[in-house]
């Protein structure tokens, strides 16, 4: 049987629950646009995601380690992909759009500059006077503006809802600043399906890595509650911690927290009695939660995760090295911008020159970005 695009909207509207949002419902998109005859309009943005070159480069750009520490440490892509699949189990739980989701997951963190929040904060520094620096306000402008892949429009020509779902990503470490997107409403619950997919999927990996890397040993985290609740549910005594320890603790709290979030935020749903998207974007709240008791012990969990993974010697010395190699980027392009490949000086008289560099370097990969370096201040190194 073939599933056109009708179908699949009517599959839709029969199985999604009344606070979902339905694709046949979107606000449309910026430019005349003919849809798929086989796939809803948020599968077709997810699509697009996927094929951009900003997502590709995502492979090579930091989470916590730099790309040459080892491959077994998360990049940006591998964080990608986790965040989608948790959102996509946490979606098709709660009965709301899984497409939606997984395409606002897929395009969170597009335009993350090389060296993750070290090179966010450096460019947004150096942005402050021209303009500023945001990695959320980055990725909008790359699906709607700097990938350019089709000769009808700029951008990707995403859905409303899309888009929106980024400008209004949020967490613990992103502020949304939804100005062009309705403002005063929150994000659907799609939108913050996949903010707490982030956040929850972030915490868990940089706990692997820190164990992984050796940053953080299993007797540091004695005491932390959360670590005592996995550690006992797997029957795991120490003091030795093999690989396949490892694997079995990150997977079950990945579980626990999943299963928290369905549970609270199902709770929350019955309680507010929402009967559609507008509903959920009204309330005072976010409806996506944990627990009380959940949060907590992730405050303790990420507290702990602060002081002894992001604020390591080893992790701050690179996060130094990034900034510094940013900033002598940044000043060495806008002193002499003869010295930036000549498609990028073309973009000049559009864009101006700092902000022509700034998307410039945001676009780097951390491996291209050190040895673009290494080529404009290493006399050994041929240019």
Known sequence: MY???????????????????????????????????????????????????????????????????????????????????IGRTIARALGVNEDLVEAICLAHDLGHPPFGHAGEGALARLMKDHGGFNHNKHSLRIVTELEQRYPEFPGLNLTWEVREGIVKHETEYDISDARDYQPELRGNLETQIANIADELAYTAHDLDDGLRSGLITPAMLSGIALWEILAESIHWRGPELTEMDRHRLIRRLIGLEVTDVIETTE????????????????????????????????????????????????????????????????????EEPSILPEHVQKLIPLRGLERTVCDYIAGMTDRFAIEEHQRLFDPQIKP
Request: glycine share 2%; hydrophobic share 30%; with cysteine.
């Open 3 to 85: 599933f056109s695009r009708t179908i699949l909207e009517e599959i839709e509207d029969r199985t999604l629950a009344p606070y979902a949002v339905r694709s046949k419902d979107s606000k449309g998109r910026a430019y005349l646009d003919r849809e798929a005859d086989y796939r809803t309009a948020f599968q077709r943005d997810r699509d697009r995601i996927l094929h951009t070159t900003a997502f590709r480069r995502l492979e090579y750009k930091t989470q916590v380690f730099i790309t040459y520490e080892g491959d077994y440490y998360r990049t940006r892509l591998t964080h990608t992909l986790e965040v989608a699949q």
């Open 267 to 334: 709770a929350r749903l019955r309680e507010c009695g929402a009967a559609s998207p507008l509903d959920i974007q009204r309330l005072p709240y976010h409806v996506a939660s944990h627990s009380d008791e959940m949060r907590r012990r992730n405050r303790e969990l990420k507290d702990f995760l602060y002081r002894n993974m992001y604020r390591n010697y080893r992790v701050v010395r690179m996060q130094t090295k990034a900034e510094r190699i940013i900033a002598d980027l940044f000043h060495a392009y806008c």
